[in-house]
């Protein structure tokens, strides 16, 4: 091989490994901004592709209304691995004229054999202001709301919900249609 060759051989395997550290740093649940979309939405709620509202550099942005409390997220991602990563970020536009508590819940295999039992799930309520919002809920350390530390290792649900857990105090009360934008949905570490 002459040494040219070798030069680029090394060059080209250098940019496929920078590129490939540079990825791992980020993991997209969900990439909103290829066109995917979740596979596991509440009654209540619809979920569309939109171009409006995005956050800074995202082509398209999730369009989530919800007429009553659910949810809308994945169902055995295929993205289940979220040991590492230290938050879940995302930009989400709240179109109210109001502040709007939602949350990020996470079913661990653990919470997930317990049958459903409420209190086995992650729950990360978080605070939209009125326009564009950048979230980031921390998952280290994640606790579920029994106190159990949360396993990140093979997440079997996650979902990002309105209205749904009544019994706690931070939850939204009342009626009437919601309609939030998120874009940028990834995991940092």
Do not use: H
Not at 3 to 8: N, Q, V
Not at 60 to 84: C, D
């Amino acid at each position: 091989m002459s040494t040219t060759i070798k030069k680029l051989f090394v060059v080209i395997l250098s940019l496929y490994l920078f590129i490939n550290i540079c990825e791992a740093k980020n993991m997209y649940p969900v990439n909103i901004s290829r066109g995917e979309t979740p596979n596991d939405v509440g009654a209540g709620c619809e979920v569309t592709l939109s171009d409006e509202n995005c956050g800074e550099g995202a082509e398209f942005s999730l369009r989530i209304v919800f007429t009553e409390g659910t949810w809308v997220g994945e169902y055995n991602p295929k993205k289940a691995f979220w040991t590492g990563y230290k938050s879940m970020n995302f930009s989400a536009f709240n179109s109210l004229n109001r502040k709007v508590t939602m949350a990020v819940g996470i079913m661990d295999e653990v919470s997930f054999n317990n049958n459903g039992g409420r209190k086995s799930l992650i729950v990360m309520p978080f605070e939209l202001k009125s326009g564009m919002n950048n979230v980031r809920l921390s998952l280290e350390d994640v606790k579920s709301q029994d106190g159990r530390i949360s396993d990140m290792k093979k997440i079997k649900k996650w979902y990002i919900s309105y209205k749904y857990f009544p019994e706690n105090k931070w939850e939204e009360k009342g009626s009437g249609e919601f309609t939030v934008f998120i874009s940028n949905l990834r995991l940092e570490n």
